[in-house]
């Protein structure tokens, strides 16, 4: 394990050296990724005003949802990109060469890549945060952390389901992008909001709702009962199936001969 992460802190630190040779570049990407969070978020700044509520609640109680999504999404982008771009290592057989190293192969994608100009949009959706949770209660921090990391591996679980089922194409499969990509833009509300049978799929199929929308009741008071508060612990039982998914997959693999 120790052997593990100081490999990774040596890849970390490569990635990036790599970003950085070309500064100019690197700052346009980053203030480009910032820029497009914040115009997802100006959508609920425009739509709502401080007397309108959503499902009971406010505008900044869905800032604060919003921004848990958006950051840990943004945080799974940035060092489980591997996974989102792992189409592409079997393409070009990349995925052959790590076949014959002698480490993890998961580890091996997990740091391949590192975007670390992912943090524009992390940077703006912890400023939009500090500046939601200064108009709400907030029942425990540790509550919110854990919310963010927890939603932070749910997506990198969904990228290594990404890269698990294109074993069996080679190719990308976009429909995947309706639960990363989409679970990012439906998270900018309360999952409550899209009714109960999305309510019932984003719980027990795909966890998104176990790390925003439950703790959320107990983070801003709506409820007393503490079970919300674990619901976070619930959701990283999606890692089970999602190792089963990536074994699976990974037995299916044929190489391209590239």
């Known amino acids: 394990m120790v052997v593990n992460i100081k490999l990774y802190a040596k890849f970390l630190a490569m990635h990036l050296k790599v970003q ?6 690197f700052v346009l990407m980053t203030l480009g990724q910032a820029v497009m969070a914040f115009t997802g978020i100006a959508a609920v700044l425009i739509l709502m005003n401080n007397n309108t509520e959503i499902l009971g609640f406010s505008r900044a109680e869905v800032l604060v949802c919003g921004s848990v999504v958006m950051m840990a999404f943004s945080l799974a982008e940035c060092f489980g990109r591997g996974f989102d771009i792992f189409p592409r ?40 945060l500090i500046f939601a949770i200064q108009s709400v209660t907030i029942t425990s921090y540790l509550l919110l952390l854990s919310m963010i990391a927890s939603g932070m591996i749910v997506f990198i679980c969904l990228f290594i389901i990404y890269g698990a ?32 049978h999305v309510l019932r799929f984003l719980t027990y199929v795909v966890p998104l ?22 619901y976070p612990l619930l959701s990283l039982i999606f890692m ?9 997959g990974r037995r299916h693999y044929r190489s391209t001969g590239s």
Not at 101 to 121: E, H, K, M, W
Not at 172 to 193: A, C, H, Q
């Open 209 to 230: 709702a176990c790390f925003q929308y439950y703790p959320s009741l107990f983070l801003l008071g709506k409820t007393t009962t503490i079970g919300y508060a674990l």
């Open 165 to 196: 089922l294109s074993f069996f194409t080679t190719e990308s499969l976009e429909f995947m992008n309706i639960l990363t990509d989409g679970g990012r833009e439906f998270g900018k509300v309360p999952f409550s909001f899209y009714g109960q």
């Open 240 to 248: 089970i199936p999602t190792y089963f998914i990536w074994i699976m």
């Open 20 to 25: 950085l040779q070309n500064r100019m570049s």
């Open 89 to 128: 290592l079997l393409g070009n057989g990349q995925f052959d060469r790590m076949l014959v190293r002698p480490c993890n192969i998961l580890f091996q994608v997990f740091a391949s890549t590192v975007d670390i100009t992912r943090f524009g949009r992390v940077a703006v959706s912890l400023v939009v």
